[in-house]
C-alpha cells in the first residue's frame, strides 16, 4: 500500500470501492463483485437436520458464495449463520484433507495406499490377537444412506464383528421406539407446516432460536396464515433465546419432563379436556394408560417432581387441550434426558396424598423411557403397556422431533 494510500484509509477517505463493489447476478441479483461465482450448485445444507435448501457459487473451482434456495419450502430464501458460512468450511485451513498417521509421537501426513495398508494391517493383527470383537466402528448422523449401508456391511462382512454404533443411536434410537410403540411408524407425524397453522405450539427440550433458527420463520408466518398471533409454550429447564418467545414458560426441573407430559395427560383426563371420539376411533390400550396415568401423576406429585405449581399445570393443560390446533415439537433435551436406572414400584397415590418426599420425588422422575413421545403412555415407573393409535395421527395434536 502506497503512502498516499495509507493515509486515505487513516483519514477515512478509501471506502474500499473495488472491495465493496457489487455486481448483478442471474439468480440472487447483487452479489459481492469480488467473489461473484462462475456457476452456481444446488445442494442441501450439511450442518443440521432442519434440511435446508440452497447454492453454493463456484469460482475458479473453489466454493466461494453460500445462499439460500428461495424456491425451497423449508428455508425459502434465508439460511442461519451456519448455512451462511457453508462455504468457509470446504476449504477451511483446520480441514484434514489428507490421511495422517502417527509417527514418533507426530501426526504426519501420508498417501491413502499407505493409510489403508496400515489399518487393514492393525484391524488383522488386533483380531489376530484378541479376537474379531476387539474392534468396534462408531459412525455418524452426517454419512448419507448408501455410505451407511456400505459401512454396515464393511463391519459386518468385512471386520465379521457386530460392534457397531454410532451417533444416531444417542440421537433418535429412543424416539424411533417411541414412534414405533406408539404410531406404529418411526415417522414423525408433524411437518414444518404446522408451525405456521397452530394455534398454541408447545417446544419441548428444543432450543430453536440458537439451534434451528428457521424453524422460526414458520411460527413467524403463523399469525399471517391464522390472523393472529399462536400462544407459544416453551418447557425448558434453562432460559435460552427460545424462551424469550415464549407467551408460557415453564422452567422445570431438569430431567423431569416426562413427568410433566403425564401428568397433562392426568389433568386432560380429569377435567375430560380429551378427544374421546377421535381416543375411541383411533388408538387402543387408553384404559390401561388412563389407569397407570391417574394412579402415578396427580398434579401435587407432578408439581414436587417437576417444580411447576399446580395452578400453572392447570393452565398449561387448559392452554394445550383446548386449542383448536396444537402442536408439540421436540429435540434432544427431551431425548438426551440422562436417566436414573433405579425405577419405582408402580405408586398407589392418589390426588389426595399429601406432596411426596424429595428423595422420592428424585427417584420417580426420569426413567430410560423418559425419551418416548408424550402421547406414549410411558412413565418413570415400569412401562407396562403401549398406547397405540392407528395412523393417521391426531388431528389437532403434532409431535415433530426436530433433528
Ligand atoms: S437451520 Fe442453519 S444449519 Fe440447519 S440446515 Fe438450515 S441453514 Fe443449515
Known amino acids: 500500500m502506497s503512502l498516499i494510500e495509507k493515509a486515505k484509509s487513516f483519514l477515512g477517505f478509501d471506502i474500499k470501492e473495488d472491495k465493496y463493489a457489487l455486481v448483478d447476478d442471474p439468480i440472487f441479483g447483487k452479489v459481492a463483485k469480488a467473489k461473484a461465482p462462475d456457476k452456481w450448485v444446488r445442494t442441501t445444507c450439511g450442518y443440521c437436520g432442519v434440511g435446508c435448501g440452497m447454492y453454493i457459487g463456484v469460482k475458479e473451482g473453489n466454493a466461494v458464495y453460500s445462499k439460500g434456495d428461495p424456491t425451497h419450502p423449508v428455508n425459502m430464501g434465508t439460511l442461519c449463520p451456519k448455512g451462511l458460512s457453508e462455504h468457509e468450511m470446504v476449504r477451511a485451513d483446520t480441514r484434514v484433507a489428507r490421511p495422517l498417521v502417527r509417527k514418533n509421537g507426530e501426526l504426519v501426513p501420508v498417501s491413502w ?81 404446522d408451525f405456521s397453522k397452530a394455534e398454541v405450539i408447545m417446544l419441548i427440550g428444543a432450543n430453536i432460536a440458537d439451534n434451528h433458527p428457521i424453524l422460526k420463520l414458520h411460527i413467524q408466518r403463523n399469525q399471517k396464515v391464522r390472523g393472529k398471533k399462536p400462544t407459544i409454550i416453551v418447557i425448558d429447564p434453562r432460559k435460552s433465546k427460545t424462551s424469550q418467545m415464549a407467551d408460557i414458560f415453564v422452567p422445570l426441573k431438569p430431567r423431569s419432563d416426562l413427568a410433566l407430559l403425564n401428568g397433562l395427560c392426568y389433568i386432560i383426563m380429569e377435567q375430560g379436556w380429551e378427544d374421546e371420539a377421535f381416543i375411541k376411533a383411533r388408538t387402543n390400550g387408553y384404559r390401561e394408560f388412563r389407569k397407570h396415568i391417574m394412579a402415578n401423576y396427580p398434579p401435587q406429585e407432578v408439581a414436587q417432581i417437576t417444580g411447576i405449581d399446580v395452578k400453572t399445570l392447570y393452565e398449561l393443560a387448559r392452554t394445550y387441550a383446548l386449542a383448536e390446533s396444537a402442536m408439540s415439537a421436540w429435540t434432544m433435551g427431551v431425548n438426551q434426558s440422562l436417566s436414573v436406572p433405579i425405577r419405582s414400584p408402580p405408586s398407589t397415590t392418589s390426588r389426595s396424598l399429601p406432596a411426596i418426599s424429595a428423595k422420592r420425588a428424585a427417584r420417580r422422575c426420569p426413567s430410560p423411557d423418559s425419551a418416548t413421545p408424550w402421547v406414549h403412555g410411558s412413565s418413570g415407573s415400569p412401562h407396562p403397556f403401549p398406547v397405540t393409535a392407528i395412523m393417521p395421527a391426531m388431528p389437532t395434536v403434532r409431535n415433530l422431533p426436530i433433528l
Open 113 to 193: 495406499d499407505e493409510a489403508f495398508s496400515k489399518t487393514a494391517e492393525t484391524f488383522k493383527r488386533i483380531q489376530a490377537e484378541y479376537g474379531k470383537g476387539a474392534v468396534a466402528v462408531i459412525s455418524t448422523g452426517q454419512l448419507l444412506t448408501e455410505e451407511f449401508y456400505m459401512l454396515g456391511k464393511f463391519t459386518q462382512l468385512g471386520l465379521q464383528t457386530n460392534n457397531y454404533d454410532g451417533n444416531t443411536t444417542l440421537c433418535m434410537a429412543s424416539a424411533v421406539m417411541g414412534y414405533k410403540q406408539t404410531f406404529g411408524s418411526d415417522g414423525p407425524v408433524g411437518c414444518y407446516e
